[in-house]
């Protein structure tokens, strides 16, 4: 079993920052990798990032490339957001989810989700 718990989010004007955290603990948790997924009200939720469980491995949907950037802290059970440069349709729920198996940009196979964070950006 995996506990996940986001926090980080709040309101920043657009072009600033911000770095989601999300907190893991259970034994197991170095196997899973991570992702990052955000949703907008009334649209479906979507991909952002993710790491492999190695933290060898990232992961970019398109529109955040080069301004978003996720790493892994192993020995803190730790997976960060770094957000630059956010723009006001960056505004949604972020959640962090661990998978078991190869990371995807589907948030249907990931085993374990957090209860979300929330990132508003101001124009």
């Known amino acids: 079993q995996v506990q996940l718990v986001e926090s980080g989010g709040g309101l920043v004007q657009a072009g600033g920052s911000l770095r989601l955290s999300c907190a893991a603990s259970?034994?197991?948790?170095?196997?899973?990798?991570t992702g990052w997924f955000r949703q907008a009200p009334g649209k479906e939720r979507e991909f952002v990032a993710a790491?492999?469980?190695?933290?060898?491995?990232?992961y970019y949907e398109d529109s955040v490339k080069g301004r978003f950037s996720i790493s892994r802290d192993s020995a803190n059970d730790t997976v960060y957001l770094q957000m630059n440069s956010q723009r006001p349709e960056d505004t949604a729920v972020y959640y962090c989810?661990?998978?078991?198996?190869?990371?995807?940009?589907?948030?249907?196979?990931?085993?374990?989700w957090g209860q979300g964070t929330q990132v508003t950006v101001s124009s």
């Open positions: 790491i492999s469980w190695s933290g060898d491995s990232t």
């Open positions: 989810a661990a998978i078991k198996g190869v990371v995807t940009n589907d948030p249907m196979p990931y085993d374990y």
């Open positions: 259970g034994r197991t948790f170095g196997s899973f990798a």
